[in-house]
């Protein structure tokens, strides 16, 4: 049977022609319903490195799936973008980070990774609390999620690996995350872990599918695509 190791190990070569990993990290998050054997695991031979709680605001537009915007602990703007994927491992960079006032460029930047139809003015970019006032008069086409996190962070031989616990309104859940610069140290820990199982969900995708009309939760974050 293959592995996930053994299927991206296949790829590498390709990879490598068309990405530069010292761009962005690799990663692979899955969103599992009830206890994970990962857990134990990353508890019992993984380094526990530190330990973190916090709240991030996630600006979600469905236009734009492929790009992750968030208000980092409320005062920092992040945006990541996907890029090449390979198997099912997603290859992520960050290619804007920064605190508040937010310069021309960065509110440029900003409106195009949430589609937006109209720049920002100055006034948007003076903090958090203005640019989520702004984005209030707009025609809703983002949508504004709090989520707060209590996170466990492990480390092994080039690896990162998270267990945390994920509040969203009402509901509440759990994510195990792998990211790392190297796309066979995900590969193999998944494999180690057991997370291939389950499919590889961002913030974004879970969040998006959580605020849906007809969500119904762990259902939607750990049910499978069809083929």
């Not at 960050?94 to 900003?110: C, E, V």
């Not at 492990?154 to 990211?179: D, M, N, Y």
Request: hydrophobic share 35%.
């Amino acid at each position: 049977m293959q592995t996930e190791s053994d299927s991206v190990l296949e790829q590498m070569t390709d990879t490598r022609r068309t990405s530069n990993p010292s761009e962005g990290r690799y990663e692979y998050r899955i969103w599992p319903g009830s206890g994970h054997p990962a857990i134990a695991v990353l508890n019992g031979a993984w380094t526990l490195s530190s330990a973190e709680r916090r709240s991030d605001i996630y600006l979600l537009n469905p236009a734009s799936d492929r790009v992750l915007v968030k208000l980092r602990s409320g005062d920092r703007l992040e945006i990541k973008r996907r890029g090449r994927d390979v198997g099912s491992i997603q290859h992520w960079s960050m290619p804007l980070s920064t605190k508040f006032p937010l310069a021309a460029s960065d509110r440029n930047r900003l409106a195009e990774a949430l589609c937006l139809r109209r720049i920002l003015p100055e006034v948007a970019g003076q903090s958090a609390a203005h640019l989520l006032s702004e984005l209030a008069t707009r025609d809703g086409r983002v949508i504004p999620r709090t989520v707060t996190k209590s996170r466990l962070l492990f480390r092994t031989s080039g690896c990162r690996a998270e267990i945390c616990r994920v509040g969203v309104g009402r509901w509440s859940g759990k994510t195990i995350a792998l990211e790392a610069e190297d796309l066979a140290s995900v590969a193999h820990a998944m494999d180690h872990l057991l997370l291939g199982s389950l499919p590889n969900r961002s913030y974004g995708d879970a969040l998006l599918r959580l605020v849906t009309p007809h969500a119904s939760g762990y259902e939607l974050l750990v049910r499978v695509p069809r083929a």
